[in-house]
C-alpha cells in the first residue's frame, strides 16, 4: 500500500542547501576580509606616500630658496625654515594618531607633530628600518612603542622625515572593519538559513509529526499508542513499520514490567533480611556482655557523625552506621571469665583479648553482602594505631582503612567514657583531652579534629545514648 511513494523524502532534502550554504558564505567572508585588509594596507601606504613625497618636496624647495639667498649657513634662516616645514607638517596631520617628526643624521629630533616619546637610542633601528620603509608600510619601534609609516630621506638638508601612526590603532581600525564584514555576512546568512529552516519545516512537518509521537510512545512507556500515517512516502512507510513494532514490544514491556515489580520486591526483602542480619550479630556481642548495648549504638552514631563531617557519600554514612556495630563481634570468641573480668588482666589475657579483632574478621569475611565485607574490615582495623603500634597487622596512617580509623575514635571515646567491670568511667572533658592528646600516634589527627569540632553533638549523643534509652 505504501510502496508507491510519489515525492521521497530523500529527494526533498536534496535541495536543502544549507551546508553549501556555509561553506560559500564563509569562503566569500574569508576573501572578502582578506581583500580589504589587503586593500586597507594599499590605500593606507598610497596615501601616506603621496604626503610624505609633498613633505620631502616642500622641504626641498624652501632649503633650494634658502640656498639660493645664500642663507644655507644661517642658524636664523635655518630655525625659520624647519619652523615653516614643521608648520607644514602639522597641517597634513588628519589623525590623532598620526605624527610626522624629522630626524637629522646625527639621530637629533628636528620637530615633532606630537609628543612622541624618542630618544637617542633608537635611531639606531629607525635608520636601519627607514631603508625598508621603501618596500611599503614598515614597523618602527619607538621607546617600545610600535607605530606603522613610511621615510624618506632629504639630500638637501640631510633629514629623515618619518610619517607614522600608532600601530595599535591602525590594528583596531582594520579589527573594526573586518568585525563589520563578518557580522554583515553573519546577519545575512542567518536570514538565509532562517528561511530555508521555514521553508524545511512545512516540507519536513510530516516527519516532526512522527518524531513527536515516538517521543511521546517512549516517555510514556504506552506501546499501544500509534503513529497516525499522512503520506504515502518513506516516512509513512516508516510510521507503518513503527506501529507494528510497538505492537510486539507493548506484549514484551508488559511481561518485563511484571519481572521488574517481581525484581524490586525481591531485592527489598534482601535489604530487609540484610539489615537484620546486622541487628542480629549486633545483639549477639550485646547478649554476649550486656553492658555494651549502648555502647554499640554509641559507636555507631560517633562514627556516623565524624563521617559526615568528613563530607563522605551518604551510602558510605549509611554503610558506617550499620556495619560500626559489629566491630567487637570477635568478642563472641572470647572466654566469660577473661572479658568480664573485674581485675586487671594478665599478659596472656591481654593476648586473648586482641585476638577478638581477628576473630571477628574470620567470622565476616567470606559473605558476600557488602555490610559483612565492610564489617569484617572494622572489626579487624578498629584497634590499629595511626603511628603504627596497634594491632594485629600494625599498620600505619592512611594505610589503615577509612572505616578502621573512624571507629578507633568512636570506640575509644565511648570505652573511655564508660563504666566497665574493671573500671570507672572517664569525666568527658578529660576523655576528649586525651583524644585531642593523641592525635597523630593513637588516632587520625585530621578525624580527630572534626570530632572536637563537632563537640556539641558528641556531647549529645554521649548524654542521650543510654542503655535506658535503647
Not at 1 to 6: A, E, V
Not at 161 to 185: A, D, G, R
Not at 238 to 249: E, K
Not at 309 to 324: E, K, R, S
Amino acid at each position: 500500500m505504501l510502496r508507491s511513494i510519489k515525492i521521497g523524502i530523500k529527494g526533498k532534502i536534496i535541495f536543502t542547501i544549507i551546508p553549501v550554504l556555509i561553506c560559500s558564505f564563509t569562503i566569500f567572508t574569508f576573501v572578502s576580509v582578506f581583500s580589504s585588509r589587503q586593500n586597507l594596507f594599499y590605500e593606507s601606504n598610497r596615501f601616506t606616500k603621496y604626503k610624505l613625497e609633498q613633505l620631502t618636496n616642500y622641504s626641498t624647495n624652501q632649503w633650494d630658496n634658502l640656498q639660493n639667498s645664500n642663507f644655507a649657513d644661517d642658524p636664523v634662516y635655518i630655525n625659520i625654515i624647519e619652523k615653516s616645514i614643521e608648520t607644514y607638517a602639522k597641517d597634513m596631520i588628519r589623525k590623532k594618531s598620526e605624527s610626522i617628526f624629522a630626524i637629522d643624521t646625527v639621530g637629533k629630533l628636528i620637530f615633532s607633530t606630537s609628543n612622541i616619546n624618542y630618544n637617542q637610542e633608537d635611531w639606531v633601528t629607525l635608520r636601519t628600518e627607514s631603508t625598508n620603509s621603501k618596500e611599503g608600510l614598515t614597523e618602527f619601534i619607538i621607546s617600545g612603542e610600535k607605530f606603522l609609516g613610511l621615510s624618506s630621506f632629504s639630500n638637501i638638508n640631510g633629514l629623515y622625515f618619518f610619517i607614522v601612526e600608532n600601530k595599535k590603532v591602525f590594528m583596531e581600525k582594520t579589527q573594526q572593519m573586518t568585525f563589520l564584514q563578518i557580522f554583515t555576512s553573519l546577519i545575512s546568512l542567518i536570514v538565509i538559513i532562517v528561511i530555508l529552516i521555514m521553508y524545511l519545516g512545512i516540507m519536513l512537518g510530516p516527519i516532526q509529526r512522527v518524531r513527536k509521537a515516538i517521543h511521546n510512545i517512549t516517555t510514556y512507556k504506552d506501546f499501544s499508542r500509534k503513529v497516525r500515517i499522512e503520506y504515502p512516502d518513506e516516512i509513512g512507510e516508516l510510521a507503518f513499520d513503527f506501529n507494528d513494532m510497538t505492537s510486539n514490544l507493548d506484549l514484551a514491556y508488559k511481561k518485563l514490567k511484571k519481572h521488574a515489580v517481581d525484581e524490586a520486591i525481591a531485592k527489598k526483602e534482601i535489604f530487609i533480611r540484610e539489615k537484620e542480619t546486622l541487628n542480629v550479630l549486633g545483639n549477639a556481642s550485646d547478649y554476649k556482655d550486656p553492658e555494651t548495648g549502648a555502647h554499640i549504638a554509641r559507636v555507631s552514631n560517633y562514627s556516623l557523625l565524624i563521617s559526615k563531617a568528613l563530607g563522605q557519600d551518604i551510602a558510605i554514612q549509611d554503610l558506617l552506621y550499620h556495619t560500626a556495630p559489629l566491630h567487637d563481634i570477635g568478642k563472641l570468641g572470647i572466654p566469660d571469665s577473661i572479658l568480664l573480668k573485674a581485675g586487671k588482666l594478665t599478659e596472656e589475657e591481654f593476648f586473648i583479648i586482641k585476638t577478638h579483632t581477628t576473630i571477628g574478621f574470620n567470622i565476616l569475611k567470606n559473605s558476600s553482602s557488602k555490610y559483612l565485607k565492610a564489617g569484617a574490615v572494622i572489626a579487624k582495623t578498629h584497634h590499629e594505631r595511626f603511628d603504627g603500634s596497634g594491632y594485629p597487622n600494625g599498620l600505619k596512617g592512611t594505610d589503615i582503612p577509612v572505616f578502621g580509623r573512624i571507629v578507633s575514635i568512636a570506640d575509644v571515646f565511648d570505652a573511655l567514657t564508660t563504666k566497665r567491670p574493671y573500671k570507672e568511667a572517664w569525666p568527658f572533658e578529660k576523655t576528649m583531652d586525651f583524644i585531642m592528646d593523641n592525635r597523630g600516634n593513637h588516632f587520625d589527627p585530621d578525624m580527630a579534629n572534626l570530632f572536637f569540632q563537632n563537640l556539641t553533638e558528641v556531647k549529645d549523643i554521649y548524654n542521650h545514648c543510654t542503655e535506658e534509652s535503647l
